[in-house]
């Protein structure tokens, strides 16, 4: 497959501060490519720099073959762009922004009506189409907001976090909306979130991002086997380089490190939390990352006991890209 | 099209908008409204009050003291006599219509049927149709004066003459009596004995003309309300980039030139919609009312000329807020402040000729000043197209003006 998006160490910078540090990355034609991180990561700024909202402070990409620096103009127009905030006007109709948007893409007349009509459709929203948007529930206003970026058929469409405050049937409109796209129409997405669990549904590859760099690119499978079975902390009274080595040569354990402090558990919205948890002490923690989850807690907790050292807390994580984004930067995906 | 169809959008969104439409339209409306009809009735007020006249009488003997009996006698005007830079100090301060000088000599002339001149001096702030009935008044007067003072002395040369004669010799028949009656009477009306000559400070001096207050009520919340609508597309810029829109515009394939046009644009036509519905109400609406109605019959194509240079001047300006601005409290701020302190310096709350009075050239520094003084000139002191050209380029400078400062200093990234 040829690449519709190859991005080459862009860079953006305001003033002192770099909000995108040379990231690259290339997504295939039909592909839907996750960008992952916490907020303030960069992924916002990667995607303005990559529709022509801001331009870039060094670096470049092709889109679609296209320069952005050289041929904006031919990029915009496979573009479209679904951003973060809620881009529609409020007091018009969901068919008046729909059809606004579509003239500044150069639609008109009967070629307009029609990708408005399947816009609709796509999004579920034909038969409120007349009522103005500020009457719209918030997953329904997001939808709106998805159909505003797909108007005018773009080849590569950009969705900048489209669940936030999105509720759950909403959300899963959203999804099959997305995926219906890309396997009907074969529509490259650039999906940004910091919900691990839809760039997981939704996306053949992803790359994990923070404080503007990347920082683990793969196919989702390749990512999560990363952390082999999974990573456990656990809390102990007493530990010293001599228990660590002890520890990462048990069974099913690939490697134990401490760590200064246990991270909170994780609890990704809409999905039940599959993590044990107790409560966090100022005690050393160990962190075991595990070829086999079950059977390395088992090892390690029998360590533990035999060499009389008390466990203070203990939490077991099963491998996801939440784990694997605490296990490469130290810190959750919604700090 | 692009441009088109962002301007067809924001005005979709402004005329969904009953708040702003209130502002637009109807809140100028009652402005004038409220404003014209106190003024017309301070106006009014003013008609009972006999207008004066100064009379400098450098004579000071019989014929100069009845010239002034007979004016007095008139009833039509008040008169006082003052030393001649008293009766100046008077003209200036607008207190008397005009100045009567009687010169010196003026008695004897008259006794010796020698041809004298009275000076009336006329303030420009003076109303037209007083100053008019007052020459009118003079010239009657003198015409009765000269006619009087020439046919005593004819009666007096006959009187003479039959004195002079033998005794019992009849000089003068009464066919003679009545044929010399009648030259005297055809020369006072051909060469009177008593001219007036009226004189009129140039225009362009410091005196300007003083309109109609209640006329000057509707071009002057026109324009303030033209300008107040600036922030119409201030706003308007602020909500799309608080919603994200902007960033969905900016994505799309349009150049910043015709998005900065399309958000431009509707305040334009705003303005203009605006002008021709206050104006239309200045005109009809006051007329139905019993007020004073604006005469924009008397310069379509200047009023025209001035509506389409102010709502330019007021876009431009929306764009330079927009631009300035980085909050909504800035943007109202602005609004408030700026918006009505500029009209107030610019007379459209206060008449220009009464702020050039006491604040000179300062008002000069806003654009409200000159749309004010451009439709005042075409309107109430009925100057020509040509009499305000100064005034439109102004405000075209105005409006190039704040146009480079919205595109210098916009943000489109922000």
Known sequence: MPAILEVENLVKKYGDFEAVKGISFSVEEGEVFGLLGPNGAGKTQTISMLTGVVPSTTGTARIGGHDIHKEMDQVKKINGLVPQDLALYPTLSARANLSFFGRIYGLRGRELKERVEDVLRVVALTERADQVVDKFSGGMKRRVNIAAGLVHQPRLLFLDEPTVGVDPQSRNHIFESVQRLNRERGMSVVYTSHYMEEVELLCNRAAIIDEGRIIAMDTIKNLIAMLGGGVVYVGVNQVDENILSELSALPAVKEATLVPQPPAPPAPEGKESTTESKPVTASPVVKIVAKQNQQAVVNVLGYLNQHDIVITSLEIMQPNLESVFLHLTGKKLRE | ?414
């Open chain 2, 1 to 414: 099209m692009k441009t088109i169809s962002i301007t067809i959008k924001d005005l979709q969104i402004l005329f969904k908008d009953r708040g702003t439409l209130f502002q637009l339209f109807i809140l100028p409306l009652l402005f004038i409204l409220v404003f014209s009809g106190a003024l017309n009735a301070i106006g009014q007020a003013e008609v009972v009050v006999l207008p004066s006249l100064a009379v400098v009488d450098l004579d000071g003997s019989e014929a100069a003291g009845s010239l002034v009996s007979k004016i007095e006698a008139d009833g039509s005007l008040s008169v006082q006599t003052y030393p001649a830079s008293d009766a100046q100090a008077q003209l200036d301060e607008n207190k008397v219509v005009g100045i009567l000088t009687i010169p010196s000599g003026f008695t004897a002339g008259i006794q010796q049927s020698t041809p004298v001149s009275l000076l009336l001096t006329n303030g420009t702030s003076a109303d037209p149709q007083i100053v008019e009935a007052l020459r009118l008044l003079l010239e009657s007067i003198t015409a009765d004066m000269t006619l009087e003072s020439q046919i005593i002395a004819s009666l007096k040369q006959m009187g003479d003459m039959q004195a002079n004669a033998p005794e019992g010799q009849q000089v003068f028949t009464t066919e003679r009596i009545l044929a010399q009656a009648r030259g005297q009477f055809e020369t006072a009306q051909i060469r009177p004995l008593i001219n007036v000559l009226q004189s009129v400070p140039q225009q362009g001096s410091d005196q300007e003309a003083t309109p109609d207050l209640s006329l000057s009520a509707v071009p002057g919340f026109t324009v303030l309300f033209v300008f107040l609508a600036a922030q119409t597309t201030a706003r308007s810029i602020y909500e799309e980039k608080k919603i994200g829109s902007f960033r969905r515009l900016v994505a799309a394939p349009l150049s910043k030139t015709e998005l900065l046009v399309g958000k431009i644009l509707p305040n334009f036509i705003t303005g203009l919609v605006q002008i021709a519905v206050i104006f239309a109400f200045g005109s009809l609406g006051l007329r139905l009312l019993g007020l004073t109605p604006l005469p924009i019959e008397k310069a379509p194509l200047g009023i025209i000329l001035v509506a389409v240079l102010l709502a330019l001047c007021s876009s431009a300006f929306g764009i330079a807020i927009a631009a300035i601005a980085r909050t909504e409290n800035q943007i109202s701020g602005i609004s408030t402040l700026l918006m009505w302190g500029m009209g107030l310096l610019g007379g459209s709350l206060i008449p220009l000729f009464i702020l050039e009075r006491f604040l000179g050239p300062i008002p000069m520094i806003v654009p409200h000043y000159w749309a004010n003084r451009a439709l005042d000139n075409l309107l109430i002191r009925g100057l020509s197209l040509a009499d305000i050209s100064l005034d439109l380029v102004v405000l075209l400078g105005f409006s190039l003006l704040f146009f480079v400062i919205g595109l210098w200093r916009f943000d489109f990234e922000r």
